[in-house]
T-cell receptor, first 113, second 111 residues
Framework: GAGVSQSPSNKVTEKGKDVELRCDPI?????LYWYRQSLGQGLEFLIY????????KSGLPSDRFSAERTGGSVSTLTIQRTQQEDSAVYLC???????????FGNGTRLTVT | KNEVEQSPQNLTAQEGEFITINCSYS?????LHWLQQHPGGGIVSLFM?????KKHGRLIATINIQEKHSSLHITASHPRDSAVYIC????WGGGADGLTFGKGTHLIIQP
């Protein structure tokens, strides 16, 4: 497809388990962002990748969160030892260039029970 | 204090009405984005602007850099325009190139 693809679309996990969320950006987009949207809250920036540069991790809420982007394309967001407050929709977006117009995926709805 | 403030928080209008949603920010920005999120749906980027005015169909976005203010207008509103409209800014300085988001305006257009 031509858009940003995220998987899974829904994930239910038990507290304490690790989860991996995947984002497949639009081909050729050098910038990739992860955001989080908690119920009733606004969007929160998590991490940003630009090309081969070191990622901007300034939005990650704790050291349980990490992300990588392999080969400048697919990205994986990993949450270790999940907590109930991690429950949210995790959104990935990509853009053709740094600070360009964003294209969002449909998100992964994570529920920690 | 949120660096991006939107108003109104909620807006209900009748089909055909002219809609204005406002966004104010408190710091220097590199660009301002208007996003649309339908219930249960993904987020779509409507506009990205750093000066002046942009128009796409029935949607118009304006920005006043000196006043640190932007508006999103919808002409001849339609029920399918019902969605949450989110203003987001890319901030100058700091480390993050991620956006800072307003809390959104929940718009309902009644037939």
């Amino acid at each position: 497809g031509a858009g940003v693809s995220q998987s899974p679309s829904n994930k239910v996990t038990e507290k304490g388990k690790d989860v991996e969320l995947r984002c497949d950006p639009i081909s050729g987009h050098t910038a990739l962002y992860w955001y989080r949207q908690s119920l009733g809250q606004g969007l929160e920036f998590l991490i940003y990748f630009q090309g081969n540069s070191a990622p901007d991790k300034s939005g990650l809420p704790s050291d349980r969160f990490s992300a990588e982007r392999t080969g400048g394309s697919v990205s994986t967001l990993t949450i270790q030892r999940t907590q109930q407050e991690d429950s949210a929709v995790y959104l990935c977006a990509s853009s053709l260039a740094q600070r360009g117009r964003l294209h969002f995926g449909n998100g992964t709805r994570l529920t920690v029970t | 204090k949120n660096e991006v403030e939107q108003s109104p928080q909620n807006l209900t209008a009748q089909e055909g009405e002219f809609i204005t949603i406002n966004c104010s920010y408190s710091v220097g920005i590199s660009a301002l984005h208007w996003l649309q999120q339908h219930p249960g749906g993904g987020i779509v980027s409507l506009f990205m602007l750093s000066s002046g005015k942009k128009k796409h169909g029935r949607l118009i976005a304006t920005i006043n850099i000196q006043e640190k203010h932007s508006s999103l207008h919808i002409t001849a509103s339609h029920p399918r325009d019902s969605a949450v409209y989110i203003c987001a800014v890319g901030l100058w300085g700091g480390g993050a190139d991620g956006l800072t988001f307003g809390k959104g305006t929940h718009l309902i257009i009644q037939p």
